[in-house]
């Protein structure tokens, strides 16, 4: 089985800061794409940052400037750095990772349970 589980989500001011974090554990290969998405209520889900393996990064346009995605491939983990936040910010934050597992072929999404951001006006 594989798991990927967030954290660091909360309450903050506007202005504030909160870092995320998303590990993914079980049996895996190799992890290709790792991706923040964010969903706020009554909303589509959307793209908030993505890195690939080798360290390319892409962001939408709103968190440009703001926020910093980051991972370490030897721990299977990816961080979002999040400042100067905005109550626009708010919403729940998931994790995406596209996994191999071992004996496998073809990559597999897989998404985390989200956590939840509250930026305060």
């Known amino acids: 089985q594989v798991q990927l589980v967030e954290s660091g989500g909360g309450l903050v001011q506007a202005g504030g800061s909160l870092r995320l974090s998303c590990v993914a554990s079980?049996?895996?290969?190799?992890?290709?794409?790792m991706t923040w998405y964010r969903q706020a209520p009554g909303k589509e889900r959307e793209l908030v940052a993505g890195i690939s393996s080798t360290g390319y990064t892409n962001y939408r346009d709103s968190v440009k400037g703001r926020f910093t995605i980051s991972r370490d491939n030897g721990k299977n983990t990816v961080w979002l750095q999040m400042n100067s936040l905005k109550p626009e910010d708010t919403a729940v934050y998931y994790c995406?990772?596209?996994?191999?597992?071992?004996?496998?072929?073809?990559?597999?999404?897989?998404w985390g349970q989200g956590t939840q951001v509250t930026v305060s006006s």
């Open positions: 995406y990772a596209d996994i191999r597992r071992p004996m496998w072929t073809n990559y597999i999404p897989y």
């Open positions: 079980g049996s895996i290969d190799s992890i290709n794409l």
